[in-house]
């Protein structure tokens, strides 16, 4: 029960004597090469999916066992070839596409909300349910895909996980790609989990979680013509709630709880409240990152100065700096040119952003694990504490 490459942290002292803590830190090299093998029953539509992949060992590994991640991994081409074999031949090189689509913007990332389906489905005690944790896992990452591939496209975002955007790649076509990979959500689940109870709660739970993620790219995407003066703290948590805490946190672990039947409305709500919350702290991090973290280990350029994003490192700069510069930082906030962003940066190093970071990651830290102690989803601990333990003091 060890996560490979994450720091070994520690709890306050009610947290201390869990043996999900006690357990040393394994240091694995920084990439693990594994071709995936691909079964007889997928025909050669799918083959092209058989490729060398890497699983890029970071700090934001989740869960603590790669065995589940080599798992949910060794499941994808069994998993999405009901989606690469329509009969129709006039289809074929549509097909084609979107598998490339598929390939492209999913199998590299870290796929910590599609491994987590299938670890809190374990923790849950249902292993029976394996095949329908996978299948539900890789729903997200393909969701996750769609979105990310439509974000980059608004936010003309250059690379994507240490490569270049899609539509980088294809052109504005893209856009009919993300609207095949959010289809492709929707036939993976019926092929695997129309038979189960749960169906139609996971069914309906997707068609929300993916209309409170538009609203919350609608609150971020608003903030390019906004005032200034109107990017406060509580408009910073809508968007985060809306547009990252919901499908990447909460999202992973309601669809475990419903393949288990452990769904009544008090324990989603509790389970909610509390991956909410990581959620909120995950995108505090990723603000930071997007101007203080390395692009070569990111994966990608920030960009949330020139994009004018009502971000924490803006809102907090602007709360600690002086009249003076706020009066510059205001001036120069949203501006494309080299010139700007590095005004920008000079300030948010002069003023104590960094200080102030580590304050909220330790205060947050630590209140979050308060809330899990008494929580009452009736979840085990390691659901939560293992998606937080994944993400504190992470560099990526």
Known sequence: ??????????????????THMCLPRLPPPDVVQRPLMLRAAVN??????IQTHFIRRTTWQFPPAMALRTQFLDAFPDTLAPVFT????RLRTVLERL????????????????????????????????????????????????????????????????????????????????ILLESTVYSVLRAHVSTEPCYLACLELFH?????????????????????????????????????AYYSFYLPVALAMHLCGHNRPEQLASAKEILLRIGHYFQVQDDYLDCF??????GKVGTDIQERKCSWLYITAMSLASEEEKSLLSSVYGRKDDESVSVVKGLYQ????????????SQTYQEICDAIEVDKSGLPKEAFLDFLDAIHKRNK
């Open 350 to 361: 002069t003023l104590p952003l960094r200080d102030k970071y580590q304050q909220y990651c």
């Open 44 to 49: 050669r539509v799918t083959a092209p999916l």
């Open 86 to 89: 329509e009969g129709d031949g």
């Open 99 to 178: 598998q490339e689509s598929v390939r492209y913007n999913t199998t590299d990332g870290k796929l910590n909300r599609g491994v987590a389906v299938l670890h809190t489905t374990n923790l849950l005690g249902r292993t029976d349910k394996a095949r329908e944790a996978v299948a539900l896992g890789w729903c997200i990452e393909i969701l996750q895909g769609f979105l990310l591939v439509a974000d980059d496209i608004m936010d003309n975002s250059v690379t994507r996980r240490g490569k270049p955007c899609w539509y980088r790649r294809v052109g504005l076509s893209a856009i009919n790609d993300s």
């Open 208 to 244: 929300e979680v993916t209309r409170l993620t538009s609203y919350g790219q609608g609150l971020d995407l608003e903030s390019e013509e906004l005032d200034l003066g109107q990017f406060t703290m509580e408009r910073y948590s809508a968007i985060v709630e809306y547009k990252t």
């Open 1 to 18: 029960h060890v996560s490979p490459g994450l720091p070994h942290l520690s709890r306050s002292s009610k947290h201390a004597t869990s």
């Open 293 to 298: 973290g390395d692009p070569k280990v990111i």
